[in-house]
């Protein structure tokens, strides 16, 4: 399938790449644009105004996937916490990597196109992704 | 400050009642340091950040049932834009003084307490210099006042 999303992809619309491909869509395709005009008929809009997979209700758009795709794993969970503070700087979640995350992010969408920053990312999210799952099967933070 | 500058404005309403949504968005435009010009008309200088932030408010009024249009703009005049500038300055620069004082104070407090004030005036400083978008100059005595009471935290811990 094809997901469009805007230009110059941050913490929260990398992490959204991330889970698609590993968790939703394994043949996901990636499209840019600037503007919400922009979008083509067959694309499936995310993290974008007026999106149905984009932020409602104070969430941001990764929570929004994992509840319409139905995802309850604790460590994606964990991830949504993480994205949500670095994306919404709300301060709503202890989620103490969110800083750290959202600078390597956004630092990596100066020197990266776009398509490049979700080859880059994905790596780091399943890495993230393994830790937390460690994590949540341990009770306590893996070595 | 030559010429003016880019910035990123949403006018909007909201139904008074409920008033939830109200608050929601009262304090996400307090936490980015929004300039309120006038009732319903808030204004940011534009960039990618500022623009996504107002972005996402106004969907979120818009989904309360209220509503919202997002421009960008400039000022008319320099002078103008000064206005905006130092009441946004002005505003922070409070915010950079009441975390002096608070650091200050916990001077006095013992360690554990200390420790815990430390921990939380990081976090509030972190959130301030977020909003603090012409450079105040009380970012730097804050920033040492926050340290000094980092030193003394780590002399007790040695």
Redesign the interface.
């Known amino acids: 399938m094809k997901w469009v999303t805007r230009s110059?992809p941050h913490v929260d619309r990398s992490a959204c790449a991330w889970l698609l491909v590993r968790f939703i869509d394994p043949e996901a395709e990636f499209l840019f644009v600037e503007d919400p005009d922009e979008i083509p008929k067959d694309a499936t809009p995310f993290d974008m105004?007026?999106a149905e997979l984009?932020?409602?209700?104070?969430e941001c758009s990764f929570e929004a996937f994992l509840r319409r795709y139905e995802l309850d794993d604790p460590a994606l969970w964990s991830i949504a916490r993480i994205v949500h503070n670095a994306d919404?700087?709300?301060?709503r979640y202890d989620a103490p990597e969110a800083?750290g995350l959202d600078v390597l992010m956004r630092g990596l969408a100066m020197v990266r196109p776009d398509q490049d920053v979700l080859a880059l990312s994905g790596p780091l999210y399943d890495g993230l992704y393994e830790y937390l799952s460690r994590a949540s099967e341990l009770g306590r933070e893996p070595s | 400050m030559t010429g003016v500058g880019t910035w990123v404005l949403l006018a909007y309403r909201l139904p008074r009642e409920p008033s939830t949504p109200r608050i929601?968005l009262w304090r996400?435009l307090r936490?980015l340091g929004a300039a309120q010009l006038l009732d319903g008309l808030v204004a940011l200088p534009a960039d990618?950040r500022t623009r996504e932030?107002l972005?996402?408010l106004?969907?979120?009024v818009l989904?309360s049932g209220g509503e919202a249009i997002l421009w960008m703009g400039q000022p008319g005049t320099a002078a103008q834009e000064r206005g905006i500038v130092e009441k946004m300055r002005g505003a922070v620069a409070a915010e950079y003084a009441r975390l002096i004082e608070e650091a200050t104070a916990s001077s006095s407090q013992p360690a554990g307490s200390r420790k815990r004030t430390l921990a939380r005036l990081r976090?509030e400083l972190?959130?301030i210099r977020?909003r603090d978008y012409f450079s105040a100059p009380q970012a730097g005595p804050a920033s040492a006042a926050v340290e000094a009471l980092a030193a003394s935290v780590a002399n007790v811990a040695a």
């Not at chain 1, 984009?54 to 104070?58: E, K, M, V």
Request: hydrophobic share 15%; glycine share 14%.
């Open positions: 110059g105004r007026g984009s932020h409602h209700g104070g919404l700087e709300d301060e800083p | 929601a996400n936490r990618s932030q972005e996402w106004a969907d979120s989904e976090r972190r959130q977020r």
